[in-house]
């Protein structure tokens, strides 16, 4: 029977009449009123933390801490793992950035990679970049805090 339903006249939705246009303006303005906008607060006090460069986030992946990075301490030089792409004078700026401490010198270690066996599989283990940093004698850095 769908197919005598083509042959049929559609009727005709009536046409909003111009007082019920109007009727539902005024309904709308009463639903939702003129709002004013609120004044802007001025944010509480926060205290001002030591600002980080964001340089020292992209250079120093983390202290080294083996036996022998240890006994460096008593010589005021600390070991830090840093990226493949740092220098000398970006892990300076780094070291003085992030922990206060003035740096003498910076001595850069490119440690490769080492091939290790497991049976018949071969594999390398990472190799890294790691940088010798000496401060000012006096002064110390907390690599791990308590």
Same mark, same amino acid.
């Given at each position: 029977?769908? @197919?005598?339903?083509?042959?049929?006249? +559609? &009727? +005709?939705?009536?046409?909003?009449?111009?007082?019920? %246009? &109007?009727?539902? %303006? +005024?309904?709308?303005?009463?639903?939702?009123?003129?709002?004013?906008?609120?004044?802007?607060? %001025?944010?509480?006090?926060?205290?001002? @933390?030591?600002?980080?460069?964001? =340089?020292?986030?992209?250079?120093?992946?983390?202290?080294?801490?083996?036996?022998?990075?240890?006994?460096?301490?008593?010589?005021?030089?600390?070991?830090?793992? #840093?990226?493949?792409?740092?220098? +000398?004078?970006? =892990?300076?700026?780094?070291?003085?950035?992030?922990?206060?401490?003035? #740096?003498?010198?910076?001595?850069?270690?490119? =440690?490769?990679? &080492?091939?290790?066996?497991?049976?018949?599989?071969?594999?390398?283990?990472?190799?890294?970049?790691?940088?010798?940093?000496?401060?000012?004698?006096?002064? %110390?850095?907390? #690599?791990?805090?308590?």
């Amino acid at each position: 029977m769908a @197919l005598l339903d083509i042959f049929k006249k +559609k &009727k +005709k939705v009536p046409e909003k009449k111009e007082f019920e %246009k &109007k009727l539902e %303006k +005024k309904t709308k303005e009463k639903i939702a009123p003129a709002v004013k906008p609120r004044r802007a607060r %001025k944010p509480a006090a926060v205290p001002k @933390l030591k600002k980080i460069s964001d =340089v020292a986030y992209r250079v120093l992946r983390g202290p080294h801490i083996t036996e022998k990075a240890t006994d460096l301490t008593d010589k005021n030089q600390y070991v830090f793992e #840093v990226f493949p792409k740092a220098g +000398k004078a970006e =892990v300076k700026r780094a070291v003085e950035d992030l922990y206060g401490a003035n #740096v003498v010198s910076v001595r850069i270690i490119n =440690v490769p990679s &080492k091939k290790r066996r497991l049976g018949r599989i071969e594999g390398e283990r990472k190799g890294y970049k790691k940088a010798i940093v000496k401060i000012v004698e006096g002064q %110390k850095i907390e #690599v791990l805090p308590r």
